[in-house]
């Protein structure tokens, strides 16, 4: 049973008040209750009580103080009031008492220290009449003074001590109460504090407030009262960026139903010039109205509140207005990021290149600043419609670098199509930096490619060196045109730089569509000159700085493999090689095939 909880708490004083607390003789005085207690007139317990003693006290268990008896022809009858005792929950109820030995009636003596209890009995009640409010939303009237709200009750037959519960709830501090004392028949006006809850009527014993019926079943619809101060709250509003030109509020209202609204914007409490507007309409269910804030009014940036007033014609509770509240801000900030510079590592990626060139599958991103970079700062990939493809977040080597990678996709892994991508960097607002960049996206593989074209040993010859013993004739003894004869000792006979014979040769690429070089080879067609049958010859490769990839050149006449080396093809798309003889060998060379082979993405 939900006991009112003022009188709940007024319970627990019960036990101090009840028998008389008297020392005792040494014996416990006898007594004895009648067979059967008479319940039949309601409010009442009726027995006999029999005992040799003097005096005798008698009252329920527990409950309201003893009355006390004086003792005739051994036997004491007593009527106790039962106003208040009766529960639903647990009916039985017994009668306790004490005998005293001796004394006078204003002062007994010898009384017992243990009370005997009677047999059980179920108090007789009456349940009193009681007409609830109909209005079961109590607020203000149209002209805005508080409505009241009745109860009337009628208990022609019942006792003890009448009152009206108002157990509710308030949203601050939680359940309350309140009790209202009535004498029916009586119609009263109680003023119920503001809250949601039930009214009750509540039956006390008269010589005790602590012993109370609550009847339940009895209880009001559950009630809502709202007479004081309407709440209107800003509870939300978006921030107006570059992304974003326009805020949207929400103001949350206690109440609900029509109204009108007329709000401005603050910054540091004072207005911010041509803001605001006037709206009308109705709120949602929950007593909540959207608000939009064009930020083209707004000049400033920076914290910004919304104040306003709003009135509001709630077809249950009546009229109210408010001032609006808002205890949070929100900002104003169109600026990007304040980044000094914002770099990409490739203009182009290929996030489905084979593993040879798996460099290109990717590109790094790096924002820089000379002071400091937010470390909310992000960096975001467009599309060319504006739509975000992908956020990612740098990871910051200092506090003037962050860098980020990106392959390629969006943020649930899926390719992007091919096509141009804008790079921002972007702050928490999603405001974009100044400084942008393009990065291509295509979906093309790469594959393996060979360049090979042969050349005329003059026509490959961009310098030499003949020493004084050696001869470089053109065209070689054998007669092919563009050929070239390298003959060593014709002139004496000498070793070293003497007897050396010798060009460099080169072949300048056309504009191959070229990722990356694998390797370069050049053949050597030719062989030992006819009166030197022996004779062979040497070709090495120019390889970054160095010449490398030496390889002898056989003497029979033909086609001989030459040296292969990666990093052959210099930065002006030259291919550079050295071919010559010496200490006597003779060499009629033809022609030079160079093959290179490519990756390229088509």
Known sequence: MRLNRAL????????????????????????????????????????????EAAFVYARL?????????????????FDLETWGYYSPFNPNEYVQAVACTGGTFQAPTGCGTEPVLSSAFVPHDLVPTVTWPAD?????????????????????????????????????????????PV???????????????????????????????AYVAQDSPEITVARGPMQAHVTSATEITSVAPDSTATVSLD???DYALDWWLEQDGVALPSTGGHQTGTTGEDGTITITVPGSGITTEGDITIAGQVAIDDPDFGPYSAALQMWTTFVVD??????????????????????????YQTVTISLKDTEQLDYHDQIEIRDATGATMRRLEPDFASALLGTATWDGRKTDGAL????????????SLGNASAIIRTVTVSHATGVLRTYRRTLSAAATKIDKYVGRCSTLRRPSLRGWSGSLGYYSNTRCRGSDDASTVSTLNALRLPGLPAVRYVDTRVDTTGGAARR????????????????????????????????????????????????????????????FTVTVRYYSWS
């Open 183 to 213: 004498v029916p028949p009586a119609t009263i006006t109680p003023a119920l504090h503001d809250g949601v809850g039930t009214l009750r009527i509540h039956r006390c014993a008269t010589a005790s407030p602590y012993q109370c019926t």
């Open 334 to 359: 169109r600026s990007g990021p304040a980044i000094e510079d914002l770099t990409v590592s490739r203009s182009s990626i290929h996030p489905l290149a084979i593993a040879a060139l798996s460099t």
């Open 8 to 51: 709940a708490v007024l319970l627990i004083a019960a036990a101090v008040s009840g028998l008389p607390i008297v020392a005792a003789d040494a014996d416990e005085p006898a007594l004895s209750f009648s067979e059967t207690l008479d319940t039949s007139q309601a409010g009442h317990v009726k027995g006999t009580i029999t005992t």
């Open 532 to 591: 030197a049958p022996r004779s062979r010859g040497v070709i090495r490769l120019w390889v970054g700085d160095r010449w490398t990839s030496f390889s002898s050149v056989s003497r029979t006449l033909g086609t001989h493999a030459g040296p292969r080396g990666a990093g052959a093809v210099d930065r002006d798309r030259y291919v550079v090689w050295n071919f010559g003889t010496a200490i006597g060998h003779k060499y009629d060379v033809k022609s």
């Open 61 to 77: 268990s527990p409950g309201v103080p003893a009355t006390k008896y004086a003792v005739t022809d051994g036997q004491v009858s």
């Open 136 to 180: 079961t939303t109590i607020g203000r009237n149209s002209d805005g003074t508080p409505q009241q709200t009745s109860v009337t009750v009628t208990d022609p037959d019942g006792g003890g001590d009448l009152s009206v519960g108002w157990s509710y709830w308030d949203p601050e501090i939680g359940d309350q109460d309140q009790v209202f």
């Open 255 to 257: 109440r609900s139903g």
């Open 416 to 427: 992007v199509p091919a096509g141009t991508y804008t790079v921002a960097g972007i702050d």
